[in-house]
């Protein structure tokens, strides 16, 4: 069965480092993976998805991430974080003959000032 | 430029009793998503509507659980004889376009079971 493992379930980092989220998936196929954050009090936003090609994806408030076929990653970077970032991070994968997303766990970020 | 709303936002009810939730999702959105979150299981698939064609419920954990879409627009998902397992947030989203990655989500029905 596909799954998603987030292995960090809490991150903290101070404003400005530089932040990398892990996810690793579980898949047969080429897998369809996402990233979306979950702000406080505040519904789930898309930040990137990668279906093919590059697998340097870019996504929204600049962030990215990088597909590795071979070690099975979708990890989550942004060079400097602000305080506005801690949220909750959470990687999926498409499953389902195209209709349903597969959760991981989900990461907690904290931002220190 | 309303977003997809539901509503109740909260909702506390007696185990045994039957809930409804309700899914208004953005005009003109022809795919409408449910999804559960609860600290058990993370975030989970529940149904899935498209336009007019069969709803993809492979998602619902029991025959307790039953969504309906009406004319294409608002969603309601109903729990029967709700049980403490189903205390959740439940999370509506829909999008312009089939399949998740363009879906705008609402900010859900947290559900507590008593």
């Known amino acids: 069965a596909q799954s998603v493992t987030q292995p960090d379930i809490h991150i903290t980092v101070s404003e400005g480092a530089s932040l990398e989220l892990r996810c690793n998936y579980s898949?047969?196929?080429?897998?369809?993976l996402f990233w979306y954050v979950q702000s406080p009090g505040q519904g789930l936003q898309l930040l990137l998805k990668?279906?093919?090609?590059?697998?340097l994806v870019q996504g929204i408030k600049g962030f990215e991430a990088e597909f590795k076929r071979s070690q099975s990653s979708f990890n989550l970077r942004k060079p400097s974080v602000h305080w506005s970032d801690a949220a909750e991070y959470f990687c999926a994968v498409l499953t389902g003959g195209g209709n349903k997303l597969t959760f991981g766990t989900g990461t907690q970020l904290k931002v220190e000032l | 430029g309303a977003g997809v709303s539901q509503s109740p936002s909260n909702k506390v009810t007696e185990k045994g009793k039957d809930v409804e939730l309700r899914c208004d999702p953005i005009?003109?959105?022809?795919?409408l998503y449910w999804y559960r979150q609860s600290l058990g299981q993370g975030l989970e698939f529940l149904i899935y509507f498209q336009g007019n064609s069969a709803p993809d419920k492979s998602g619902l954990p029991s025959d307790r659980f039953s969504a309906e879409r009406t004319g294409g627009s608002v969603s309601t998902l109903t729990i029967q004889r709700t049980q403490q397992e189903d205390s959740a947030v439940y999370l509506c989203?829909?999008?312009?376009?089939?399949?998740?990655?363009?879906?705008?989500f609402g900010p859900g029905t947290r559900l507590t079971v008593t």
């Open positions: 005009s003109g959105h022809t795919a």
């Open positions: 898949y047969g196929a080429t897998p369809y």
């Open positions: 989203a829909s999008s312009l376009t089939p399949g998740p990655g363009g879906e705008y």
């Open positions: 990668y279906f093919s090609g590059d697998t």
